[in-house]
């Protein structure tokens, strides 16, 4: 008995003995969504990397740590509060041959005032551990995979406790690669648990999550009584300085990672609540930002951050939409071509700083080939009936050169066409900016990538100089049409194969990362390169 107590006073201590380190007075703390949904796990684990122990609790409606706890162990796991099965050193909630089981039932020794009475309580019984169930500490003891066992266990051990579980919300801690529980909570559906690295105070925690160390503090909540959606509660400025070294290269130049930086901040504010039906503001993945922890950075990727903290984009003295994409391929695009409305600061335009680095872009210049028949497969998936396909092509382009629409046409004459973000996505492109050649319609001659015409004879144009004649007679011809006037460019017949090439990568609209690398190789400031990316901005 007095060593089951001595081992838990060694486990777990008393509340409140070192103030929870707070983001400076104005800094924003973000809610960035490491596990949920379909990765919402029964067992979370967490390990000190800088710091020691932890400080059990949660957080409140402004995100303020309330401690309720601590424990000076190291290696932590957050279970739900259903049968959780350990084997191998792993926790599943699917029992295995020879698995130990941590089991939902315990025996309630007593319900407390504090945590000191419930914690020297729990300490009195082996298997003993505190517990804050619904705004009470109680004592309480075992952990077992019925209601059976555990009150046989009561009653053989000779206690007057009552048997209990807590509801479908709650959370045990434990130390990791055993079944002995520290710590068990219980806030219902409104108060998730929360847990603050490192109780000496000494040193700025970083901690391991599933082979990625993070700043800050970490929420479990069990969304509609299920897994644990693992959330990561972070100050502003130690996320963005963690967001640039995994959306660019830590040793990128200065200029632009300050630029990025810019970009993460502004999206982060702007973005907040994005995953509101998982509670949390961004993701860590590239849905919204890439951010895995603290792995990647330099004294460079800090300098960086430090040197434009604080410092958001704006328009009109709104946050703007601060996207990016790796590579435009040469020009980005205005936000109404791509998705649905214009964007007054998301234009359009040609970018010649991107050809300075492009030997350095990873396939800055791309080719995929598609037979005929792929790409009706591909249609039909998406639930259009047609059949032999006879022609695709680019139908529409923009003013700066990327593609606005593509269409197909089946060998019933039928036609589909995709525009904006679709005329990348359907075929899965790299990149908006691309051309079509080959094909199985004998070839013909386009206006533009448009208007297709089946023979060139009795046709006249007009030259780069303003000469008219035949168009057999001149070179890279443009033809007066209705409209005005376009360029003629000639594809010939190629079977019943598609190519497509192209240039860049991602969805063209706002900041290039790589243009941004070469306008910083080129001696531009980081306003200066977010300034051209984003029409009409400040920075403030």
Known sequence: MKLAAACLAAALLLPGTVPVQAAPAGEPVLRVGLAYGSSALAAANLENSVGSGYRLGYFDGDLSFVELAQTGTARISMLKTQNIYLSGGSYSAVQSAGAQVVG????????????????????AVSGGFPAWIDGNYEARTGAYA??????????????????????????????????????????????????MPDVTGE?????????YKYYGGFRYERIGGGDLTVVNVVNMEDYVRCVITWEMGA????????????????YAARNQDRHAAYHFDVCSEVHCQAYHGTQNLTANSIQAASECEGVYIRYGGALAETVYSSSNGGASESAENVWNSAVPYLVGKLDPYEALVS?????????????????????????????????FRVSETTPTGNVKAITFTDSAGKSWTFRKESARTL????????????????GGF????????????GCYAISGDGTVGQISSVSSPYVITSSGV???????????TYVISGTGYGHNVGMSQYGAMAMAEAGYTYDQILKFYFTGVELS
């Not at 939902?104 to 300490?123: E, V």
């Open 446 to 457: 386009y206006v533009d990538g448009g208007d297709k015409l089946d023979t060139i004879g």
């Open 146 to 195: 019925t209601r059976e066992e555990a009150q046989a266990a009561c009653t053989a051990m000779g206690l007057a406790g009552e048997i209990v579980g807590t509801s479908s919300y709650g959370v045990s801690v434990v130390e990791t690669g055993s079944t002995r529980i520290l710590f068990q909570y219980d806030g219902g559906s409104a108060q998730p648990f929360g847990v």
């Open 104 to 123: 939902c039932y315990h025996i309630r020794l007593g319900i407390y005032a504090d945590l000191t009475s419930a914690q020297a309580a729990a300490g």
């Open 251 to 266: 040793s990128w130049p200065k200029e632009a990672l300050k630029a990025q930086a810019c970009c993460a901040r502004t």
């Open 427 to 442: 075929l899965g492109l790299r990149s908006q900016r691309y051309s079509v050649t080959g094909g199985g319609s004998g």
């Open 203 to 211: 040193s700025e925690p970083v901690t391991w999550f599933k082979g």
């Open 486 to 496: 376009s360029q003629l460019t000639a594809r010939s017949g190629g079977g019943d």
């Open 359 to 391: 030997s350095r872009i990873p396939n800055y210049s791309w080719s995929v080939t598609f037979t005929a028949e792929e790409l009706a497969t591909k249609l039909r998936a998406k639930g259009y009936i047609c059949g032999s396909i006879v022609d």
